[in-house]
């Protein structure tokens, strides 16, 4: 074991010190930079596991009428390929190197909370062994990575596979928000000083745009999934009928689905907007534009879920709406390539390995636009929709523009991250296998759509063409195999025998270049003055630096405090989850059905125990202000009122339940009662939660450990006891006053 | 009945419309000396005299609940951002009670117009009773103006910093959508006097119907599809004015230390 440890030192893994305790000294970092590793590798490992599972599918797809893999088996390959790329290999990766590079990018120290990011991403191996549990459990999901109803309920798919996939899921989204909550507060509260907003490098810009969307997002996928959860293993009716509605689980699916195609393509956007000026050796073209157009590429992607449900049959209004709002996307994507391609022309272009990479996915990336378009246009869409048209197009995206900005970024990053150059040979073979390979699966795959041959068949006749074109695929499969190989052993090699970086080998101008390689643990002895978007030319070029970016808004220089920022943060990303839940409720509950309904709650008896939840808002706010007063025992006795109010509420709400359980009321009765349980279940869970978090404030006071300059910690349970507060309101309205509306 | 005579007659020449019209002009060219900016009040005039005078009220009259969120699109959003541009650039709105500069005050007029008027009951009374419309329309105007006050203030120290801005505009989009995505959706309908128009005075049910093809629950889902997607586009443009507003602020040399 020690040879691990020295070889990881040779590697710059390690400090001297910690060779003795190495594997503690990675499992329990807290470190931002360590843990953006553990996220890349833990990215790489499953995207061996997804990689090989593609190349059996295109092994058995090779020949006509193939028999290497039965149909269930192949069922369960596409869909751990899809779930595994999507949500242990793409958003893993791009949240590791994330996290490496946002607080160098703004000369932090780490990130806002080192231990929730910890918990992030160990939540990461956690969601991947639950997923890949359920081949223990009896078999894998085999429902496709959208997983439609009803085919991912109980009587069609009744083994475990999906509530694996549903828990995994689950687990990854709970651990994509925290993260992206992370960020969020880091770039507001964690900048270096003069690192104001408008000067942040690109990328960083974009994580902190793109975490906004999946703070928005991924709830509404975590909702889904729970409802699901409770369909299955409750023996509920969300999405199943009678009463149910399938296409219910696809609008939710796919109000995430989209936006979580940006959640990944935007990062992507970011490395493309660091790479390609560093390597023409001019500054981006167009810095504002490229700003601006990923908030209305992130803005966009949340309107127009419906275009990937043309073929449900919405109605000709519905199609007509979201055809043109889906084909606005073109103009912000438009403005990048635009920008990106302006960037290089005249300038010096250094056709270096992450050069290479990011050039190819510009021009892989335009292609995927433009059949994204045909995907926009309702009319052509349903001709091409769930046909290997479709699978090459999101290739193109998935593969072509982010795999290929990962590997760009890997090959920038890297001798950042371990003092070694990965080698430029081996980079250009792993660039130009990848290239050739990537193309030739994919291409024809066009082509293959066209004629006819529909995704997720495990095999088929032997038709005109459809030998061939599928056997030219297969072999790129093996080129793109090839590569991946190249470039772990390259991996692997320069991190022992490497050619030390130097602190900046690519001459490039933003502050993670003005550390030395790898960083040390607080990433910064000294900072260079920031007056503009690139400080080291700023610092190397005195006599020509770049215009400085002026400080104009109050709110670029000040920071706000960290705690509420994240609360807040916390706060929207919960009403997404509460939102769905209420939409959910008011749309099975629109018109009453047989069975129990509002009319078996008691509306003035859970009124009364509203009105202690409503007071305890008043209460918690009364002993914020004691504490800022300096009046602790006021605080404490205030305080105390909160958990009091709170715990009545609870107990309100058992009475309640159990008098529905012994009228014979449960969760399974009607899509009433579901949504009933689900939606006021959910609701206090979460103030148990609160009532925690109160506990454990009022514990610390008591034990005289809270002073007025933790008011911090007091006013961040505060915000989040109010918005407990806020959703009742709502909660209670659909809930006990709409019925009596009627 | 053809569309072409339609488009023709559908005109109402409701006097109370065209007073308000002359009254407001007769107002700006008394208040104010300065009239550099009198293009962007003709535009505020022009589109409120449409939306109130033009076939597009005479459909959201009992006809097309889509109509009629056209009219509220353009009432609440449209005419009053064009009144906010036409005030010359030294006025101050910080006059009446405090309460009106509190973002979080605007943001709720806005947004809170929208949810108000599209309760079944008072969507239905707001097309049956001619002082209930009429107050609809006032609000719709009043409302808008507090909500785009924070935003479009003439004095840029009286609007929010841009990224509050964009905040302010991104969660309005959100309250609207989801309000716009309800009604899209909903099993039921929302404003049912528009299923059943009482007595179809013009005979226009029937070119509605079969000749547009507007279906009572077609047009209930472009009702709700207008609020969700258009609605969020416009929002959409204000946002990206903000955008340009924050990266122009004086990127070149400045004078500041730092």
């Known amino acids: 074991m020690n040879e691990i440890a020295t ?31 553990l996220y890349m590798v833990t990215a790489l490992f499953f995207f061996v596991i997804g990689g090989v599972e593609a190349m059996f599918m295109r092994v058995q797809l090779a020949v006509p009428n193939n028999t290497l893999i039965p149909p269930d088996t192949y069922n369960m390959l596409f869909t751990m390929h899809g779930t595994t790329m999507i949500f242990l290999v793409a958003m893993p990766a791009l949240f590791g190197l994330a996290n490496y590079i946002v607080p160098l990018q703004i000369g932090a120290r780490d990130m806002a909370f080192p231990r929730l990011n910890a918990f992030g991403f160990w939540l990461v191996p956690l969601g991947g062994i639950l997923l890949h549990f359920s081949f223990l459990a009896g078999g894998g999901p085999a429902v496709g990575w959208f997983a439609y109803a009803p085919l991912n309920e109980t009587p069609y798919s009744s083994q475990l596979g999906v509530d694996y996939w549903a828990l995994a899921l689950l687990v990854l989204g709970i651990g994509s928000v925290s993260v992206s909550i992370n960020f969020i507060v880091t770039v507001l509260t964690q900048r270096a000083p003069h690192m104001t907003l408008r000067r942040l490098p690109l990328f960083s810009w974009m994580i902190f745009i793109n975490s906004f969307l999946v703070i928005l997002a991924l709830p509404v996928l975590n909702a889904g999934l729970v409802m699901l959860l409770i369909d299955r293993r409750l023996d509920t009716h969300f999405f199943l009928q009678p009463g149910g509605s399938a296409i219910m689980w696809q609008n939710i699916f796919w109000a995430f689905g989209h936006p979580e195609v940006y959640i990944v393509a935007i990062p992507a956007f970011g490395i493309l907007s660091e790479v390609i000026p560093v390597f023409s050796r001019k500054p981006i073209f167009g810095y504002e534009f490229v700003a601006g157009s990923t908030v209305a590429i992130a803005f966009l992607s949340l309107l127009v879920w419906a275009h990937h449900m043309f073929t449900v049959g919405l109605g000709h209004a519905v199609d007509l709406f979201f055809v043109a709002s889906s084909l606005l996307i073109a103009i912000p994507t438009g403005v990048k390539v635009l920008a990106w391609s302006a960037t290089m022309v005249g300038g010096r272009i250094r056709l270096n390995t992450p050069m290479l990479f990011c050039v190819a996915a510009l021009v892989q990336f335009l292609f995927a636009g433009l059949t994204g378009i045909s995907h ?13 048209y479709l699978v090459a197009h999101f290739h193109f995206v998935f593969v072509g523009l982010i795999v290929f900005a ?3 970024a890997l090959h920038y990053w890297f001798p950042k991250m371990s003092g070694r150059m990965l080698s430029e040979r081996l ?3 792993t660039f130009w296998l990848m290239l050739i390979g990537f193309n030739l699966t994919f291409i024809i795959q066009h082509f293959l759509g066209l004629a006819g041959m529909p995704r997720r068949i495990y095999t088929y006749p032997d038709l005109p063409g459809w030998g061939w074109m599928n056997m030219v695929s297969t072999s790129g499969a093996f080129f793109m195999a090839a590569a991946a190989l190249v470039f772990v052993w390259n991996l692997a090699a320069s991190l022992l025998h490497g050619k030390p970086a130097g602190d900046n080998p690519w001459n490039a101008w933003t502050l993670e270049w003005a550390t030395t390689s790898p960083p040390p643990h607080e990433n910064f002895h000294e900072l260079p003055p920031i007056r503009s978007r690139r400080p080291l030319w700023d610092d190397s070029n005195p006599d020509r630096p770049d215009p400085i970016v002026g400080t104009k808004w109050q709110a ?4 706000p405090e960290k705690n509420k920022t994240a609360v807040i943060t916390f706060i929207i990303s919960e009403s997404g989850f509460f939102g769905v839940l209420i939409l959910a409720y008011l749309f099975y509950n629109a018109t009453p059905q047989p069975g129990p309904g509002a009319h078996n709650l008691n509306l003035l008896k859970t009124g009364m125990f509203s009105l202690c939840l409503f007071a305890s808002s008043f209460t918690i706010w009364r002993s914020e202000a004691s504490l800022q007063r300096g009046k602790p025992r006021a605080m404490v006795g205030w305080l105390a009122a909160t958990i009091l109010l709170g715990g009545i509420f609870i107990i309100g709400q058992g009475l309640e339940y159990r008098g529905l359980f012994q009228s014979g009321v449960g969760v399974s009765s009607n899509l009433f009662a579901t949504t009933f349980f689900t939606l006021t279940g959910f609701h206090g869970l979460h103030v148990c939660v609160g009532l925690i978090a109160l506990l454990i404030v009022l514990g610390l006071a008591l034990a005289g450990d809270f002073k007025q300059r933790h008011s911090h910690a007091l006013k961040a349970v505060g915000l989040y006891w109010h918005f407990v507060d806020a959703v ?11 019925p009596h509306l009627r | 009945m053809t569309t072409a005579q339609f488009i023709l007659s559908g005109w109402t020449w409701n006097p109370v419309v065209l007073l308000t019209g002359a009254c407001a002009l007769v107002i700006y060219l008394a208040a104010f000396r300065d009239r550099r900016r009198i293009g962007w009040f ?14 597009l009220n005479t459909l959201a009259d009992g006809y097309l609940f889509s109509a009629h969120m056209a009219q509220h699109i353009l009432l609440l959003l449209i005419v009053p951002a064009l009144l906010l541009f036409s005030l010359p650039r030294t006025i101050s709105l910080a006059v009446g009670p405090r309460v009106f500069s509190y973002p979080l005050f605007g943001w709720l007029a806005g947004t809170g117009a929208m949810w108000f008027w599209h309760a079944p009951a008072m969507c239905n009374a707001a097309v049956a009773s001619r002082p209930v419309h009429a107050l609809q329309t006032v609000s719709l105007v009043v409302l808008g103006s507090l909500f785009w006050r924070q935003i479009l203030a003439p004095r840029d120290e009286e609007r929010l910093s841009p990224p509050r801005a964009i905040f302010y505009l991104f969660s309005a989009c959100v309250a609207c959508s989801v309000l716009g995505i309800i009604i899209t959706f909903s099993p039921v309908t929302v404003c049912s006097i528009y299923t059943m128009p009482m007595t179809d005075r013009l005979g226009l049910l029937h070119i509605i119907r079969t000749g547009w093809g507007f279906s009572p629950e077609r047009d209930q889902q472009i009702g709700g599809l207008l609020m969700w997607v258009p609605m969020c586009l416009i929002y959409l443009t204000a946002i990206l004015a903000q955008l340009a507003r924050w990266f122009a602020q004086e990127t070149g040399p400045a004078t500041e230390s730092i």
């Open chain 1, 7 to 37: 070889v990881l030192g040779r590697a710059g893994l390690l400090t001297t010190e910690q060779r003795e305790h190495w594997k503690m000294a990675w499992l329990s970092t807290v470190d931002h930079k360590r843990i953006g590793i």
């Open chain 1, 556 to 559: 670029e220089t000040t920071s």
């Open chain 1, 406 to 408: 990962i590997l760009g």
């Open chain 1, 427 to 429: 980079g250009k073979w």
């Open chain 2, 42 to 55: 003709t535009a505020a005039l022009a589109v409120f005299l449409l939306t109130l005078l033009s076939p």
């Open chain 1, 376 to 388: 926009a246009v309702a009319a052509l869409d349903w001709q091409t929709k769930n046909s290997y």
């Open chain 1, 728 to 738: 009742w309101v709502l909660v209670f309205s659909a809930v006990y006053l709409l």
